[in-house]
């Protein structure tokens, strides 16, 4: 059975990016993956560790286990930093993804977008056309995410029957709105500075 083994990559690739995170630990990343390995199985009251975890994360979609792999191959120096671009180009099109699907979650329109996951094929046609037009833009890191997230419910790799499960998550829409917000505050920023910096040399 497959889908333990989701908990155990969840926990491994989330403790991972949050300790890779910290200065300190740069000489030691190498070895925090397969310590992190180690822990998840540390079984408490009969359940192992990473099981816990799951309890407040969920099942996490594949979209965030790609994402989460990209980010713990940049804190190992696998990869290299994306373009502010490419970066606005995910945030948008998760973005987007989120907005179509969870309004409905909170009752905000009375459309059911979570239906159309259990007989996808037009999903599936429209996230194909869109992760083409990913591949003429040149942002691997978007198209590998939904084409992995496709193949895995083709391949139904999760318990879930849904193929919204797949693509998006609270935790990936939540890194989505935090990092748009910063985004968006770090070009307000700099528009005033640069507003600042003229006004200050033409007086």
Request: with cysteine; proline share 6%; glycine share 6%.
């Amino acid at each position: 059975m497959l889908f333990p083994w989701q908990a155990h990559l969840s926990f491994i690739l989330l403790g991972f990016v949050l300790l890779g995170s910290l200065r300190g630990t740069r000489r030691w990343r190498p070895w925090l993956l397969p310590l992190l390995a180690l822990v998840s199985f540390i079984p408490v009251n009969h359940l192992p560790l990473a099981a816990y975890v799951r309890s407040f994360t969920d099942d996490l979609a594949i979209t965030t286990l790609v994402l989460l792999g990209w980010a713990s191959l940049l804190r190992l120096g696998v990869v290299q930093p994306v373009k502010p671009v490419v970066r606005m180009q995910v945030l948008l099109v998760f973005g987007l993804l989120a907005a179509v699907l969870y309004p409905a979650t909170m009752g905000l329109t009375y459309v059911d977008p979570y239906r159309w996951g259990f007989n996808p094929q037009p999903m599936i046609v429209c996230i194909g056309l869109l992760t083409l037009a990913l591949v003429w833009l040149r942002n691997g890191l978007a198209v590998w995410m939904l084409a992995l997230g496709t193949l895995a419910f083709a391949l139904r790799l999760k318990a879930s029957e849904n193929y919204w499960d797949y693509l998006i998550d609270p935790l990936l829409v939540g890194y989505c709105l935090v990092a748009g917000a910063m985004l968006c505050l770090k070009s307000i920023w700099r528009r005033l500075r640069r507003t600042s910096a003229v006004a200050a040399s033409s007086i």
